[in-house]
């Protein structure tokens, strides 16, 4: 069986649907680089899926047959980052701003388990501890149709803060 299809951000069938569709873990790493072959309990499925985009948690996939699958993330390594307020949100936003993903955690963020990422962050004075948890990033903007009311004109600046500032609350003071 190949999988061959994969539902675009905006569809979302419906909840008896998905409550049926079988789930596929992925790590973070691998819902980019997707692999040649998906595990579905005890069997392994074909991606026949080509060039996509990355997955995210919660995409639905549909194979040959119209089966339906649910894109899960597994307990993988991942680092908490905490520290300094102020440095945490500039961390956050020159992060975002180039394309690393992050998570919100009880105290402060969350990165993939790369260890680049970890010793950069502990260069600049933040706290990074190694967990094993599910990685799920905060969602990405949704395709830009000028929700913002900035009708288009400034797409990219939109798609930045909506990530690093809409989406991830970190506490605030008072200056932001």
Same mark, same amino acid.
């Given at each position: 069986m190949r999988i #061959?299809?994969?539902?675009?951000l905006?569809?979302? +069938? *419906?909840?008896p649907i998905l409550d049926r569709a079988k789930p596929i873990a992925l790590a973070f790493l691998e819902r980019i680089k997707l692999p040649e072959t998906f595990v579905v309990g005890d069997q392994t499925i074909e991606n026949a899926l080509g060039e996509v985009r990355p997955l995210e948690v919660g995409d639905v996939l549909i194979d040959e047959n119209g089966? !339906?699958?649910? @894109?899960?993330?597994?307990?993988? /390594? @991942? !680092?908490? %980052? /905490?520290g300094d307020l102020d440095l945490m949100q500039? *961390?956050?936003? *020159?992060?975002?701003? =180039?394309?690393? =993903? &992050?998570?919100?955690?009880?105290?402060g963020f969350a990165v993939a388990g790369i260890e680049q990422y970890k010793a950069?962050?502990?260069?600049v004075g933040l706290t990074v501890t190694a967990a094993q948890e599910p990685f799920t990033p905060v969602p990405? +903007?949704? +395709?830009?149709?000028?929700? $913002?009311?900035?009708?288009?004109?400034? =797409?990219?600046? $939109? %798609? %930045?803060?909506? &990530?690093?500032y809409t989406h991830? /609350?970190? +506490?605030? #003071?008072?200056? %932001?």
């Open positions: #061959t299809k994969l539902l675009s905006d569809s979302e +069938p *419906a909840k089966g !339906f699958y649910k @894109i899960e993330a597994p307990v993988e /390594t @991942i !680092f908490k %980052v /905490t500039e *961390a956050v936003y *020159a992060l975002t701003a =180039r394309g690393v =993903r &992050v998570a919100q955690t009880e105290d950069m962050l502990e260069s990405l +903007p949704r +395709p830009h149709h000028g929700g $913002c009311g900035c009708n288009g004109a400034v =797409r990219r600046l $939109c %798609v %930045v803060l909506s &990530v690093s991830l /609350t970190l +506490p605030t #003071t008072s200056r %932001v």
